[in-house]
C-alpha cells in the first residue's frame, strides 16, 4: 500500500491498474453469466482493485479538499511547481528570503535573492554597499510596507519594500519584496512643480505686467511735467520711477526664465550617433576649456553608440552639465571635465559627466535638482531642473553620484 507521501504518478498508476483489473473482470464475469460459481470468484475478485482505485483517487483528492476547505487556490495541474518556479523568477520585483536568526542562509545578515530582479540588484555595477543593504532588509520588521533608501552606482534609489512572514519545515522566515519607486517618484516630483511654477508665473507676470506698464507712462507724464517741479523733488520722483521701471523689467525676465520649466515642448525622438553629438559638443565647449588651460574628454565607448532621443533637448542637457562644470572648476588650475558613454550592465547606456572640481557638498545634495535652489552669486536655480526635466522626458534618469576620485560627477542611463 502506498504511503501518503508517495508521489502523485505512483497514485496516478495504481488507480490505473484498479481500472483495468476491473474492466478484465466485468468481461470475464460477462462472458461466464452462465455459471454462478464463476460471477462469485470475479466479485470477489474485485474488491482487490476496487479498493485500490478508491484508495488512489481518494489521495488524489485530498489536496483538493484540503484547499478548497481553506479557501486557497488548487496548484493540481502537472509541473505545476516548475510553474510557479518560473512566474517567481521573473516576478516584476526583486524577492529577498530573510532566514532565522540561527543562520538560515549563507549570506550576510541569513539574506539570500529569491529571483532575476533580486540578483540584478546586487550585481555588480548596481548596489554600493551590498552589506548595508542586507542589514536594512533584515531590520525591517516581520511584516508591514516601507520606504528605503540605498546607494547604487547610478546614484541614490528609493524603493518601496513590503515584509511577509511565513514558516517552513518549523523554521521561521520572511520574504521581502523590493520595488524600485525612484523613476516614479521623480516623475510625480517633477509633475507637481510643473504645475506650482506654472501658478507662480502666471501670477506674477499679471501683477508685474501692470506695474511695468504704469511706471512709463508715469515716467513719461514726469516728463512733461518737470518744468513744473522743483528741481531736487523733480529728479527723486524720476529716480523712485525709473528704479520701478527697470526692478519690474528686471523681475519679468527673471521669472520669464522660469517659464521654461513649465512650457517645454514635448520631445521629438530620433535615433541619434552619440559620437556626433558629443563631437558637436567639444566644438562647442572645448576651446573655452583649452583656454583656461584645462581639457574636455570626450570617450564613447563603443563608437557606434546610439540613442534614441531628442537630439536637441539631450544636447542642451549636457551643455548646462558642462557649465556647471565650468562654473566648479573656475579656480582649479588645470581643469578637467570627462564625457563617457558607454554600455552598462543590462544593456543600458550610460552617459557620465565628470569633472575635478570641489564636488558638491554633502548637506546640498539632497537640493540641488530643485528648482530655485542655487549656491552661485546671482544664479537662478534652473540648471538641473532642467536637465533633470530634459532627460527625464527622453526616458532617462540623471543622478549624482559620489565619484572615488573627488570633483561632482552626474550620471545619465537610459
Not at 509541473?79 to 532566514?99: D, Y
Not at 519690474?248 to 520649466?261: I, K, P, Q
Not at 528648482?371 to 536637465?387: D, E, H, M, Q, S
Request: aromatic share 4%; with cysteine; hydrophobic share 50%.
Amino acid at each position: 500500500m502506498a504511503s501518503s507521501r508517495a508521489p502523485r504518478f505512483r497514485l496516478q498508476l495504481q488507480a490505473g491498474a484498479g481500472v483495468l483489473s476491473l474492466m478484465a473482470l466485468a468481461a470475464a464475469a460477462q462472458a461466464s453469466a452462465g455459471s454462478p460459481r464463476l460471477l462469485v470468484l470475479c466479485a470477489l475478485l474485485a474488491i482487490l482493485p476496487g479498493w485500490m482505485l478508491w484508495r488512489a483517487l481518494a489521495r488524489l483528492g485530498a489536496p483538493v479538499a484540503r484547499a478548497a476547505a481553506n479557501n486557497m487556490p488548487v496548484f493540481a495541474q502537472p509541473g505545476t511547481a516548475l510553474v510557479l518556479e518560473a512566474r517567481l523568477e521573473h516576478a516584476p520585483v526583486a524577492l529577498f528570503l530573510i532566514g532565522n536568526a540561527d543562520g538560515g542562509h549563507d549570506l550576510a545578515y541569513g539574506v539570500a535573492p529569491l529571483n532575476a530582479n533580486a540578483r540584478q540588484l546586487i550585481a555588480p555595477g548596481r548596489v554600493v554597499d551590498l552589506a548595508a543593504l542586507y542589514a536594512m532588509l533584515a531590520a525591517q520588521p516581520a511584516s508591514g510596507r516601507a520606504l528605503v533608501a540605498f546607494d547604487t552606482e547610478r546614484g541614490a534609489e528609493r524603493a518601496m519594500v513590503a515584509m511577509s512572514s511565513l514558516t517552513v519545515q518549523g523554521r521561521q522566515q520572511r520574504i521581502a519584496a523590493l520595488l524600485p519607486v525612484e523613476s516614479e517618484l521623480e516623475s510625480e516630483t517633477l509633475s507637481a512643480w510643473q504645475q506650482l511654477v506654472q501658478v507662480l508665473t502666471h501670477e506674477i507676470m499679471n501683477s508685474l505686467t501692470p506695474v511695468a506698464s504704469l511706471s512709463t507712462t508715469a515716467q513719461g507724464l514726469l516728463q512733461e511735467l518737470q518744468p513744473q517741479l522743483e528741481g531736487e523733488a523733480g529728479a527723486d520722483l524720476a529716480a523712485a520711477l525709473d528704479a520701478i521701471a527697470r526692478r519690474a523689467t528686471s523681475l519679468a525676465d527673471f521669472v520669464g526664465s522660469y517659464r521654461s520649466l513649465s512650457s517645454m515642448p514635448p520631445p521629438r525622438p530620433e535615433r541619434v550617433d552619440l559620437g556626433q553629438l558629443l563631437a558637436r559638443l567639444a566644438t562647442l565647449v572645448g576651446p573655452e576649456w583649452r583656454e583656461r588651460g584645462g581639457e574636455l574628454k570626450i570617450l564613447v565607448e563603443p563608437g557606434s553608440l546610439t540613442l534614441v532621443a531628442d537630439p536637441g533637448q539631450l544636447e542642451q542637457a549636457l551643455l548646462n552639465l558642462l557649465k556647471n562644470a565650468a562654473d566648479a572648476t573656475a579656480c582649479m588650475a588645470t581643469p578637467l571635465v570627462t564625457v563617457h558613454a558607454r554600455l552598462v550592465r543590462g544593456a543600458r547606456l550610460r552617459i557620465d559627466v565628470s569633472d575635478n572640481g570641489p564636488g558638491v557638498p554633502e548637506e546640498l545634495l539632497a537640493h540641488i535638482f530643485t528648482p530655485f535652489f542655487t549656491t552661485k552669486k546671482g544664479g537662478r536655480g534652473i540648471g538641473l531642473a532642467l536637465v533633470r526635466q530634459l532627460v527625464h522626458g527622453n526616458g532617462g534618469t540623471v543622478r549624482h553620484v559620489r565619484s572615488v576620485a573627488g570633483g561632482a560627477r552626474f550620471v545619465l542611463s537610459f
